[in-house]
């Protein structure tokens, strides 16, 4: 099964934190959209029966789209590929963006699941990020999302901002959890190069939290959610059964994706092919590009056995689990008898289980899940 993901690169105001691609001047978005409709075009034949079973549209800001401009999109999409009936179709949704109406138009037009990027139920926090939402806001778009029809709804939430306290994450956590969402993404703040952010961490405007103390706060939310019946079904992801995400789900079984906007990036294996390849972030060569009937490639990499074998270790290990049964089909290797010995390890010292041949991180085993992908891609 695979996935279509489309960026729609542009956002209000650019959080101090994100250094996802986009811009603040959306008066290009028809251009952007006009050269977005031609990079479906240029796939059209690409996928062959390859049947699709979910849609991300994530960004940027896509909840800036007009319901019609999404619709285009969507029935672009449904006019190209072959478009499973009951496809996961999900837009990430900044609370600053909707309206009621807006939202009744999207589940309209068949978008079933919502990713609300809350943060913080906090105003400071809201504010130290540059949201351009504020709390009451943010649990007013779930409410509105509930009542026009979503029933898959996932929050959006940081952790250890530099002045949070621990008993005030815990209390964003009750807060999100009494909206009643059935999916949680929690994360831990990141000091991405490039951004606002690292630029106060320099000059010493803010310290981020030290690596011992934002495990605390790590700890803390995988013992809350899970306490309240949620699943941790990947590091940073939650979910009530049967509510995790479907478009995440295929990206960690390496499963097929194919991808739209500047910045995306595709990957797609058949015949034994691996390739991986990114898009241009730059909007503005991205859409020249395509007016000259080019793909806005930047780059791409054919991944060697090798090279699939590591991600799939890591990919299983940070999600559902590992199977090295299937794993040593998939890619043979001499390294299985020392790898076996390091999981026995890791089951003795409470890291992981290992049952059905498969080897899932338990929540000491997610505080150091780096390592242990480590210990296990390195034997
Ligand atoms: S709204 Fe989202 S994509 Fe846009 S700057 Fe903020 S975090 Fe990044």
Redesign the pocket.
């Known amino acids: 099964m695979a996935s279509l993901y489309l960026h729609i690169p542009f ?1 209000e ?3 101090i ?2 250094d ?1 691609y ?1 811009i603040e001047n959306s008066s290009t978005m028809d251009d952007f959209l006009r050269s977005l409709h031609r990079e479906i075009e240029l796939y059209s034949s690409f996928a062959g029966k390859e049947k699709f079973e979910t849609i991300f549209f994530g ?3 896509p909840s800036l789209l007009k319901p019609e401009q999404l619709e285009g999109i969507l029935s672009h999409l449904h006019s190209v590929f072959t478009i499973e009936n009951d496809a996961e179709v999900t837009v990430e949704t ?1 609370p600053g963006t909707v309206t009621r109406e807006k939202l009744a138009a999207y589940q309209a037009m068949g978008v079933n699941r919502l990713s609300i ?1 809350i943060q913080s139920f906090r105003e400071r926090d809201l504010k130290f990020l540059s ?2 939402h504020d709390a009451h806001q943010a649990v007013e778009c779930v409410e509105t999302a509930r009542a026009v029809g979503f029933d898959n709804l996932s929050i959006d939430l940081i952790y250890a901002l530099p002045d949070q306290t621990m008993s005030e994450w815990e209390e964003n956590l009750r807060q999100a959890v009494l909206l009643e969402p059935n999916h949680i993404s929690a994360y831990g703040l990141i000091v991405e190069e490039n951004t606002p952010l690292i630029r106060m961490v320099r000059a010493k405007l803010v310290s981020p939290k030290p690596a011992d103390e934002e495990a605390e706060f790590y700890k803390l939310t995988m013992d809350f959610l899970q306490e309240r019946g949620f699943d941790h079904y990947e590091v940073s992801n939650y979910a009530r059964e049967g509510f995790r995400s479907r478009h995440n789900y295929n990206y960690w079984r390496h499963e097929n994706y194919l991808s739209f906007g500047p910045s995306a990036h595709s990957f797609w294996r058949e015949h034994g092919n691996a390739r991986r390849w990114f898009n241009i972030a730059n909007l503005s060569h991205y859409c020249s590009s395509l007016l000259d009937g080019k793909l806005p490639l930047l780059n791409e990499e054919h991944l060697t056995p090798d090279q699939l074998r590591t991600e799939r270790i890591l990919l299983g290990l940070r999600s559902d689990g590992l199977d090295i049964g299937k794993l040593e089909i998939d890619f043979p290797s001499n390294r299985l008898h020392v790898a076996e010995q390091e999981i026995m390890n890791l089951v003795d010292s409470g890291h992981v289980v290992f049952s059905d041949g498969v080897v899932r991180l338990t929540s000491a085993g997610y505080l150091v899940c780096d390592e242990i992908c480590m210990r296990l891609m390195t034997p």
């Open positions: 956002c105001k650019k959080c934190y994100c996802f986009s960004g940027g800001t900044n990027g949201r351009i």
